[in-house]
């Protein structure tokens, strides 16, 4: 098959949350399936171009825009592995520092998703299929829709609509979708009822041959009032066509028995090594050195979502408990501040790095004995994946992703992989951390524990070979005019 991947952020070139790692290690396993894939990302002011050797490729060429045109140019670099990757350059609206955040995303958007079409046959590549992943990406699926009738040859590319987070659906005033040649009046019956915004997520749940989502649970949980977003009902008509499934982990990037940032490497076989990183967390951390005080980690946004506000509810009882904690992150200021201040409140077991920091983010994932991640919703999560692949016990709220991957420890039958809890409030996180620490301090336990976790598999492999089902079947959907 010849496969178009497009998304917002790629890594390593840039990544502001877990699409940059999908979009930057699922092609790859793709390919390795022995198709032609090529990924496509807006050329971000941000990126290093010396080091990731970008090269023009394609223009200057004009593409008709709000009212005049824009310039557009096209370069070029592989990725790991080979794959082609393209950069659409326009330097007043994708020559920024940041990736998002800005007044006019929807307009930046619209002209990225216009000139991803226009480039294809500059390019000389006709894809069979494109993967559009979240809101940002949504208006090439209506675009496909809405050519005219001398474009055919687009109109025959079937769309797959992958959804990495349904909170976010990129809603604006209608002239954006006019920016680009859609007909602004040309409304969906979802948009009609708010005040005729435009939805890009929702045009791409309606118009997309086939919907995507990155776990199994949260593609049942979206078709719900509790989850859907306002969406439900859209999603819930789709349902036929609607498919999760789980996000992968670069066991390349990701993996105690290589990762040059950790004080000393293990695996399955040395686990007795990774007390050593611990220690050495401890260290970094100013916390009193010893293998038998329980250490957990935090690496997440600082947000509601990701459960901040019963974590931080609970927190205090859980370092009265002889509990080390440490927490990487950003967000939302009150958040950072709180952490901040229970850091000092409790200096020598509560350390809070108010940052973004890559390899120390490895030495929390190797060091911690657990990693709790008590999200309010997480439509797949990798945390849990990176921290299990490091022996490091998961605590979790059974929501999304995570009640896919993790399965809770049940002492009678000595199965499990981490603590599972249902309830989203602080007791039950609180009881979630207990049970763990209860389990911690029998040695034998807490060690099959850790190998049970270890020995899991969340490749993207086996994630790769669905999506090349449900490109077939987009395909065929297609030919069919379904």
Not at 25 to 32: D, E, H, K, V, Y
Not at 219 to 227: C, F, H, P, V
Not at 265 to 285: F, I
Request: hydrophobic share 40%; charged share 25%.
């Amino acid at each position: 098959m010849k496969i178009l991947y497009v998304a917002a952020e790629v890594s390593p070139l840039v990544k502001v949350g877990g699409l940059a790692d999908v979009a930057g290690s699922l092609p790859q396993a793709i390919q390795r399936l022995g198709h032609d894939i090529r990924v496509v990302m807006p050329g971000y002011g941000r990126i290093d171009r010396d080091k990731y050797g970008i090269q023009p490729l394609v223009g200057p060429f004009r593409i008709p825009f709000q009212k005049g045109e824009e310039e557009i140019t096209i370069s070029h670099t592989k990725m790991n592995g080979g794959v082609p990757l393209y950069l659409v350059e326009n330097q007043k609206f994708f020559g920024r520092e940041n990736v998002y955040g800005y007044e006019d995303d929807g307009l930046r958007f619209a002209l990225f998703g216009l000139a991803v079409i226009r480039m294809l046959e500059k390019i000389d590549f006709q894809p069979e299929v494109i993967n559009c992943n979240d809101w940002h990406l949504a208006l090439i699926v209506n675009l496909v829709n809405k050519l005219p009738e001398e474009e055919q040859a687009y109109q025959r590319v079937a769309t797959v609509f992958t959804i990495h987070n349904l909170a976010y659906q990129g809603i604006f005033d209608p002239s954006v979708v006019s920016s680009v040649g859609l007909d602004e009046s040309d409304l969906l019956e979802l948009e009609k009822e708010r005040e005729g915004k435009i939805n890009f997520m929702a045009r791409g749940i309606s118009f997309s041959d086939v919907v995507s989502t990155v776990s199994e649970e949260y593609a049942k949980e979206i078709q719900s009032k509790e989850y859907g977003a306002g969406l439900e009902e859209l999603l819930a008509d789709k349902r036929d066509r609607l498919f999760g499934i789980l996000n992968g982990v670069d066991y390349q990037v990701f993996n105690p028995q290589t990762d040059p940032h950790i004080a000393l490497n293990y695996d399955l076989h040395s686990l007795d090594n990774k007390g050593a990183n611990k220690k050495a967390l401890q260290r970094e951390c100013g916390f009193e050195v010893g293998t038998d005080i329980p250490l957990m980690g935090m690496i997440s946004r600082l947000t509601d979502q990701k459960g901040l506000d019963i974590l931080v509810e609970a927190i205090k009882a859980v370092l009265e408990l002889g509990v080390q904690f440490v927490v990487l992150g950003t967000g939302d200021f009150r958040y950072q501040d709180l952490l901040t201040h229970l850091a000092k409140e409790f200096p020598h077991n509560m350390k809070a790095f108010i940052k973004f920091d890559a390899a120390l983010a490895q030495r929390i994932y190797a060091g911690c004995d657990m990693f709790v991640m008590p999200s309010r919703f997480e439509p797949c999560g990798l945390g849990q994946l990176i921290s299990m692949a490091y022996g490091t016990i998961p605590i979790v709220r059974r929501t999304g992703g995570l009640a896919d991957t993790v399965k809770d420890f049940d002492p009678r039958t000595g199965t499990g992989t981490g603590f599972v809890f249902q309830n989203y409030n602080a007791m039950h996180l609180l009881v979630a951390i207990v049970r763990a620490l209860e389990h911690f301090r029998d040695e034998g336990t807490w060690r099959s524990l850790m190998e049970r976790a270890m020995s899991c598999d969340f490749s993207w492999d086996s994630s790769a070979h669905k999506y090349e089902e449900i490109y077939k079947l987009a395909i065929e959907l297609r030919k069919k005019g379904h």
